[in-house]
């Protein structure tokens, strides 16, 4: 694996108890041809959806930020792929791989980035700021990420906890960032799940840096595997840029989980070749950093390269993929641009019973003269002064 700084990167650590296997042979190695391919379109539609969405904020058409996960889709993809459509997966911003793979469609993504009134979130939330969890079979399984650092592993260590409450065969997959293992909500989350032997995986997504902080600026931990010795669970880690390698260890972790053994950490060492959002710069990173990993560690390339050589697949194969997530990109686009966006009044539903909607101006009734003194309702929001003969006839209405 391409080292990240000068020295190079420590090797995989053993020093934490690793995932038990029973069955022969890894589980890569029974992935079926289909499946092998599945593998590939994932990381090629995750990857060209967020080329789509950059050209769409530089036309000023996504609202908000923009995160890329460019350079980490294996990690995202081959992690949930392990995943059964009955399991619970919550993702992070840079995720998006493992939302598709669970069921997202690229026209909600783009939705949401763009915030249109017909987004899941009805243009309220943005990016992958959306949910559907419930019950088994019913819903596809992912929970609406919370922005916090590290929130996200007690709010899971509670959802797998009513899986085993409930004796129900399912599996949770939360996934944090180098950055949130230093928070209190990591620590007290992961410890409370692994008490309560809660089916529970955590992958830790060891990317360098925790938005411009490098690694060794925040923790002086040499490897982020080795918490789990505290915790008393087992932990792994693997190169987050081989997919397959990914899909493995996290297969490992969500049978053990599944067998009712509990909590598993993985750590999976990877990249991101983008800043914390689009308009970051990335003026911390040494210079040719970037640049090296994308030349000698990209994931798409590294995993092209095995189903051309090792797996056999045939080129055309592989472009005959590219080419439908092309249209279906496109398809998403035209469909996400000419959707509307959403009325004013769409921010009061789902959040007031009775009424879902108000009229404007509703809280200001009994005080017309107010109103009609200094607020244009019918023309905007900023305020005017009526001419004298109006206030006279306000004044005496008022009298």
Same mark, same amino acid.
């Given at each position: 694996?391409?080292?990240?700084?000068?020295?190079?990167?420590?090797?995989?650590?053993?020093?934490?108890?690793?995932?038990?296997?029973?069955?022969?042979?890894?589980?890569?190695?029974?992935?079926?041809?289909?499946?092998?391919?599945?593998?590939?379109?994932?990381?090629?539609?995750?990857?060209?959806?967020?080329?789509?969405?950059?050209?769409?904020?530089?036309?000023?058409?996504?609202?908000?930020?923009?995160?890329?996960?460019?350079?980490?889709? #294996?990690?995202?993809? +081959?992690?949930? !792929? $392990?995943?059964? @459509? /009955?399991?619970?997966?919550?993702?992070? %911003?840079? =995720?998006? &791989?493992?939302?598709?793979?669970?069921?997202?469609?690229?026209?909600?993504?783009?939705?949401?980035?763009?915030?249109?009134?017909?987004?899941?979130?009805?243009?309220?939330?943005?990016?992958?700021?959306?949910?559907?969890?419930?019950?088994?079979?019913?819903?596809?399984?992912?929970?609406?990420?919370?922005?916090?650092?590290?929130?996200?592993?007690?709010?899971?260590?509670?959802?797998?906890?009513?899986?085993?409450?409930?004796?129900?065969?399912?599996?949770?997959?939360?996934?944090?960032?180098?950055?949130?293992?230093?928070?209190? #909500?990591?620590?007290? +989350?992961?410890? !409370? $799940?692994?008490? @309560? /032997?809660?089916?529970?995986?955590?992958? %830790?997504? =060891?990317? &360098?840096?925790?938005?411009?902080?490098?690694?060794?600026?925040?923790?002086?931990?040499?490897?982020?595997?080795?918490?789990?010795?505290?915790?008393?669970?087992?932990?792994?880690?693997?190169?987050?840029?081989?997919?397959?390698?990914?899909?493995?260890?996290?297969?490992?972790?969500?049978?053990?989980?599944?067998?009712?053994?509990?909590?598993?950490?993985?750590?999976?060492?990877?990249?991101?070749?983008?800043?914390?959002?689009?308009?970051?710069?990335?003026?911390?990173?040494?210079?040719?950093?970037?640049?090296?990993?994308?030349?000698?560690?990209?994931?798409?390339?590294?995993?092209?390269?095995?189903?051309?050589?090792?797996?056999?697949?045939?080129?055309?194969?592989?472009?005959?993929?590219?080419?439908?997530?092309?249209?279906?990109?496109?398809?998403?686009?035209?469909?996400?641009?000419?959707?509307?966006?959403?009325?004013?009044?769409?921010?009061?539903?789902?959040?007031?019973?009775?009424?879902?909607?108000?009229?404007?101006?509703?809280?200001?009734?009994?005080?017309?003269?107010?109103?009609?003194?200094?607020?244009?309702?019918?023309?905007?929001?900023?305020?005017?002064?009526?001419?004298?003969?109006?206030?006279?006839?306000?004044?005496?209405?008022?009298?």
């Amino acid at each position: 694996m391409a080292s990240r700084a000068k020295g190079g990167r420590a090797a995989p650590a053993r020093t934490a108890r690793p995932l038990d296997d029973d069955t022969p042979g890894s589980a890569a190695a029974r992935l079926t041809r289909e499946q092998q391919l599945e593998l590939y379109y994932w990381m090629r539609l995750t990857r060209t959806l967020e080329e789509r969405l950059v050209a769409l904020y530089r036309q000023t058409k996504v609202v908000g930020g923009l995160f890329r996960s460019l350079g980490q889709e #294996a990690d995202a993809v +081959g992690s949930c !792929f $392990a995943l059964e @459509q /009955r399991d619970v997966m919550s993702p992070l %911003i840079r =995720n998006l &791989g493992a939302m598709l793979v669970k069921g997202a469609t690229p026209v909600e993504v783009l939705k949401q980035y763009m915030a249109k009134g017909d987004s899941p979130t009805r243009g309220r939330e943005l990016n992958i700021h959306f949910g559907d969890v419930g019950a088994a079979g019913k819903t596809r399984g992912f929970l609406g990420q919370i922005s916090p650092l590290g929130d996200m592993v007690p709010v899971m260590a509670g959802v797998t906890l009513s899986f085993r409450m409930r004796g129900e065969d399912r599996v949770g997959l939360v996934y944090v960032g180098d950055g949130a293992t230093s928070t209190g #909500a990591f620590h007290e +989350g992961i410890n !409370f $799940a692994a008490v @309560q /032997r809660c089916p529970l995986v955590v992958v %830790i997504e =060891n990317n &360098g840096y925790a938005y411009s902080t490098p690694t060794s600026k925040q923790t002086l931990a040499k490897s982020f595997v080795d918490k789990a010795i505290g915790y008393g669970i087992p932990g792994e880690r693997a190169d987050g840029n081989d997919v397959l390698a990914v899909y493995d260890v996290t297969k490992r972790a969500v049978d053990r989980a599944r067998r009712g053994e509990g909590v598993s950490l993985i750590e999976l060492m990877t990249y991101r070749r983008k800043g914390h959002a689009e308009h970051d710069n990335q003026s911390y990173v040494p210079e040719g950093e970037i640049e090296r990993w994308a030349r000698e560690n990209d994931p798409l390339d590294r995993y092209l390269a095995r189903l051309t050589t090792e797996l056999g697949f045939d080129p055309k194969e592989l472009a005959a993929v590219d080419e439908r997530v092309r249209r279906e990109v496109d398809a998403a686009t035209d469909v996400a641009e000419a959707s509307p966006f959403p009325e004013p009044l769409d921010a009061l539903a789902g959040v007031y019973a009775d009424p879902p909607a108000a009229r404007p101006l509703w809280y200001r009734e009994g005080i017309s003269g107010a109103v009609t003194s200094s607020e244009r309702a019918a023309d905007g929001w900023g305020v005017y002064k009526a001419d004298a003969k109006q206030e006279s006839k306000i004044s005496q209405e008022d009298a």
